[in-house]
C-alpha cells in the first residue's frame, strides 16, 4: 500500500539529481536523509522542510516523514503538490505511479511512468514500477525484459554513487535473477551490489 510505496520513496531520495542550491542544502538533505533512515521523523520533517520549496528530493522527505508518523493521506497530497511545483523532476511522477499500484489504479500508474520516463529514461524508481505494471498486466516476457533493465543499467554505469539507486536495481536484478535461474546475478548481487549499498551509506 501507500506505506511500501512510500518506503521506497526513501529510496528515491537518493536517486534525484536536482538538490537545494548550494553546499548548505546539500549538506541539510544528506542530514535529513541520514535522520529518515534511522528513524527520528520529526527531525528529519523539520530539516527536509526547509528546503521543500525548492527540491523534489526534500519534498519526497516530507512526504516519508509523514507516512511514519501515520499521516497517509497529508503524505499524499504532499506528493501530490510536488508534482506540480516541481514539473520537471522525474522522481515526483515515479513515486505517485507507484502509490498508484498500490491503490490499484493501474491507468494512473501507468501515465505516471510515462511522464517521468519522459523526463529521464534512466528514472531507477519509474523502471522499477514500469516493471512492476507489466508483471501485474501479465505481460510477463516484457516485464523481464524491464527488470532485465537494471541489470544492463548497472553494468553501463561507470559508478552508482547513490544507495538508493543501488537498492532498487538490486530488486530487479533479484527479480530477472529468479525469473531466469540465474545464479550469477544472485552471487553477483550478493557478493557486490549490496555490499556497495552499505559501503556508500551504512544507514542502510
Not at 505494471?133 to 552508482?160: H, K, T
Amino acid at each position: 500500500m501507500l506505506r511500501q510505496t512510500l518506503k521506497i520513496a526513501a529510496v528515491v531520495l537518493y536517486v534525484v539529481a536536482v538538490v537545494a542550491r548550494g553546499a548548505r542544502g546539500e549538506s541539510e538533505l544528506a542530514t535529513a536523509q541520514a535522520l529518515l533512515l534511522k528513524g527520528r521523523y520529526e527531525e528529519a520533517a523539520e530539516r527536509f522542510s526547509r528546503l521543500s520549496e525548492t527540491s523534489p528530493t526534500a519534498a519526497i522527505g516530507v512526504a516519508r516523514c509523514k507516512q511514519e508518523t501515520g499521516k497517509r493521506e497529508e503524505a499524499l497530497a504532499v506528493l501530490n503538490a510536488a508534482a506540480e511545483r516541481f514539473s520537471k523532476s522525474a522522481a515526483v511522477p515515479a513515486v505517485l505511479a507507484l502509490a498508484a499500484i498500490d491503490r490499484g489504479e493501474l491507468d494512473e500508474a501507468r501515465r505516471q511512468v510515462d511522464a517521468a520516463l519522459a523526463l529521464d529514461k534512466d528514472c531507477v524508481a519509474a523502471r522499477w514500477a514500469d516493471a512492476e505494471l507489466l508483471r501485474l498486466a501479465g505481460r510477463l516476457d516484457e516485464a523481464e525484459r524491464a527488470y532485465g533493465w537494471f541489470i544492463r543499467y548497472y553494468n553501463r554505469s561507470p559508478r552508482i554513487d547513490d544507495p538508493g539507486a543501488l537498492v532498487l536495481i538490486a530488486r530487479g536484478v533479484a527479480q530477472h535473477a529468479r525469473w531466469t535461474r540465474n545464479s550469477n546475478h544472485f552471487r553477483r548481487l550478493v557478493n557486490e551490489v549490496l555490499p556497495v549499498v552499505l559501503e556508500r551509506d551504512p544507514n542502510y
